[in-house]
């Protein structure tokens, strides 16, 4: 230990042997320094929960500093980062525990970082969708990171007996300005846990960031390139038992009759076990579900279970009428969701009308890795292992199921291989809880392809129809639009028949806002679970306002980008200027980087569209080659603006899968319905795209100084627009539904 230090912690031992013990809240029991350290973080706007023992200093305090949830710095010196969102691919525990080590100055190869067990009172939210992860905890991070670094800093000028101005944070030293002597992070590590933790932290400026903003290597690469991370099917406990299941094919069928004796006969196998449905949203719809010691017995068993189902109201669903029904209500007067100006004037006066139907199926997340989670329930314990987004949710469903406090049921949260929404669900985790009560024994349950594919809450089936009208000086000056699905909102009340009005907001403030405007939402009641899919209601609003504006350029003589520009200016709100500013600016630079309005060889194209969602704004370029039926996508350009970006590998990464999620929905996938039931069971008949389909892929990022915004999901709206314009521009041949190339059709 450096003499300096020795010397301060023996005059604070001395100090502490002469003073009265620290004060407690009467109510709380909460140390009075330790309750001031929560609330000066709380104070500060954080998020974060303070984790510093009350007498730090006594002869039992820990080895570690802990300034908070997300720093654990060792007196050896190494760092551990927690990371509280969970990690599904999308490089989310790299991105944000690398803004804590910048805002630190912390040197990265001392850096571990791991994943935080559900607790959102420690590590703030942590369901993990919608593209806010980095929206929502990049300055908490960041404050946290500074947090500790100024701390660290404090303690440093204590022990040298000067000002802290006089002493600078350099990659895990703290620096005397003075003489150069330097301080380790780890040597610091007693003498910081005694100093409050800042209110207000100072954060760098862009000029000084050394990880944000670069393109920092994922911590794990070399554990997830040689398989040494545990997923969620990976998990393995002693005394573990192994389940698979079958669920009724139809959304609120219910078991009929149940013949168990052939699959009990099976050796090997525990139990058989019924799992009843529950009133929550995300819960299982019931199944069946056979115990074994091993998988394969019980994947062998599930086959020989003899069953009748009720199948219920939801049996008359099938999507090819659906669709034709949607089409039907979008072509006719349907419920206000929105309006502005007056646009029967606008269309009674019109020099030319463009109107145009697009639909879109079902879609299924279809992650590599199936829903899988380990449960281990005992008289006095639950503890799960999942891959999950919300491990908060399967907190509160299992206390429900199991008749337990919340925070008594432990979440520990595995690296997700895929999930897109779908893991947001823990129908799964319910399930293998209920099975592992009834044995009393931890139980894995893995859900088969077939079970995933045919038991999820799908991307919602839609229809839209557009209409806008062109004045005599060319202008577009009405807008209607259309929309029939069914929404997510289905979920949490059952019976409603047309998407509710908050499921229109990227319609109804759409940066063209066109002067002259309404929305109606058509009649559309679910007969299946609707869940967020990546990208969600960007995907189908994306595909009509990208086609539309293209249809529009074509109706008008002139060219896309110019088209769309001309939509842009016209937009004269004052709130939403940036928009259409960043809208533009990234559009000119897909635009630029593609060399649109370059001469191309016969049968090729280029077709461009941008849209604006989950608060960032992504354009795409898409070069093809159309030979009749077949369409091969040649080059992509993807543009995007989300604000400060964290990783630039990781943001090229997301916009790369995006046109893989993009290509994939657009031209084949499909989740079809029949007699209530679904009719796709596995990739030969829900194909996503090949390796060998892969188009060369350039990514544009803006280099913006504006706060943070989404990443994982805008990236996937406007390909299939720029797709579909593309195939047009090579052949003439407009498609509006999708996907081009359905399956089952």
């Known amino acids: 230990m450096h003499p300096h230090i020795k010397k301060e912690l023996e005059q604070f031992y001395q100090s502490q042997q002469s003073s009265t013990t620290p004060t407690k809240d009467e109510n709380s029991g909460i140390s009075r320094r330790s309750f001031l350290k929560l609330s000066s973080v709380a104070g500060g706007g954080l998020l974060i929960g303070v984790n510093v023992p009350a007498l730090a200093f006594s002869d039992s305090k820990t080895d570690t500093f802990n300034p908070n949830a997300f720093i654990h710095l060792h007196r050896n010196g190494d760092l551990t980062i927690y990371c509280g969102r969970c990690e599904m691919g999308q490089g989310i525990s ?3 525990p690398s803004a804590v080590a910048d805002e630190m100055e912390a040197d990265w190869s001392r850096v571990t970082v791991k994943q935080a067990d559900g607790d959102q009172d420690k590590y703030g939210p942590q369901a993990t969708g919608g593209s806010a992860s980095i929206r929502v905890m990049y300055e908490p991070m960041r404050k946290a990171g500074a947090a500790a670094k100024e701390m660290l800093m404090l303690a440093a000028a204590k022990v040298w007996s000067t000002d802290v101005a006089n002493v600078k944070a350099d990659n895990h030293f703290i620096v005397n300005k003075d003489n150069g002597e330097k301080l380790a ?4 590590v007693d003498v910081a846990q005694n100093i409050d933790v800042p209110q207000e932290p100072t954060l760098k400026s862009k000029d000084q960031y050394r990880y944000i903003g670069s393109d920092l290597q994922r911590h794990d690469l070399d554990m997830v390139v040689t398989g ?3 997923y969620g099917a990976d998990t393995k406990v002693a005394g573990l038992k192994y389940a698979a299941i079958i669920h009724c094919p139809v959304l609120g069928g219910k078991l009929k009759r149940l013949d168990k004796s052939k699959a009990m006969a099976v050796k090997g196998v525990v139990d058989v076990v019924e799992i009843k449905p529950i009133q929550h949203p995300y819960s299982s719809v019931g199944g069946v579900a056979v115990v074994a010691d091993n998988s394969w017995t019980a994947q062998q068993a599930v086959k020989q279970l003899d069953i009748e189902w009720d199948l219920g109201p939801n049996k008359v669903y099938n999507t090819e009428q659906y669709r034709q029904d949607l089409v039907n209500n979008v072509e006719k007067t349907a419920e206000k969701m929105g309006e502005r100006g007056d646009l029967q004037t606008a269309f009674n006066n019109a020099k030319t009308m463009v109107k145009a139907t697009y639909t879109g199926g079902h879609l299924s997340h279809a992650p590599m890795e199936p829903n899988a989670s380990v449960v281990s329930v005992t008289d006095n314990s639950c503890e799960v292992w999942a891959s999950t987004q919300a491990p908060d949710d399967i907190q509160t469903v299992l206390a429900s199921v199991l008749g337990r406090e919340k925070k008594d049921i432990v979440v520990h949260v595995m690296i997700s291989g895929g999930a897109f929404g779908r893991k947001f669900k823990c129908d799964y985790v319910h399930e293998a809880a209920v099975i592992s009560n009834q044995v009393q024994a931890p139980v894995q349950l893995i859900w088969s392809r077939e079970e995933d594919m ?12 557009l209409e806008a009208s062109i004045n005599k000086d060319g202008d577009v000056d009405g807008w209607l639009q259309r929309v029939a699905f069914p929404s997510i909102s289905s ?3 059952p019976g409603l028949e047309r998407a509710p009005e908050r499921a229109f907001g990227d319609v109804n403030s759409h940066p063209f806002n066109i002067s002259n405007f309404r929305s109606e939402s058509g009649l559309a009641p679910a007969h299946t679970r609707i869940g967020w899919y990546r990208a969600v209601y960007a995907i189908f609003y994306g595909f009509a306002y990208g086609s539309f504006a293209d249809e529009l350029a074509i109706a008008k003589g002139i060219d896309t980008v110019a088209m769309l520009h001309q939509l842009y200016d016209a937009n004269k709100n004052p709130e939403q200027e940036e928009q259409v500013k960043r809208s533009k600016g990234v559009l000119d630079l897909v635009a630029k980087q593609a060399g649109w309005g370059k001469q191309l060889p016969e049968g090729e194209g280029l077709g461009i569209a941008v849209h604006y969602s989950f ?13 009749g039926d077949n369409i091969k996508v040649l080059n992509v350009d993807c543009g995007i603006d989300c604000g400060q970006i964290l990783n630039t590998d990781g943001a090229t990464a997301q916009m790369e899968g995006a046109v893989v999620m993009g290509m994939s929905l657009s031209l084949y996938t499909e989740i079809s319905f029949k007699d209530g039931a679904v009719v796709n069971s596995n990739f030969h008949d829900y194909p996503v795209l090949r390796i060998n389909e892969m188009p060369n892929v350039r990514v544009h990022i803006v280099d913006s100084d504006a706060n943070p915004t989404g990443l994982g999901e805008p990236g996937v709206a406007p390909f299939a627009p720029a797709l579909t314009n593309a195939i047009y521009a090579a052949s003439g041949k407009r498609y509006r539904d999708l996907p081009i190339k359905p399956i089952n059709a």
């Open 94 to 96: 790299t991105a944000l």
């Open 185 to 188: 992070y780890g040597d610091l």
């Open 228 to 230: 040494q991370r545990t």
């Open 454 to 465: 045919r038991t999820g809450f799908y991307h919602s089936i839609s229809a839209q129809h």
């Open 491 to 493: 979920l949490f009340q």
């Open 615 to 627: 608060q960032s704004y992504v354009a795409m370029a898409v070069h093809v080659k159309v030979d």
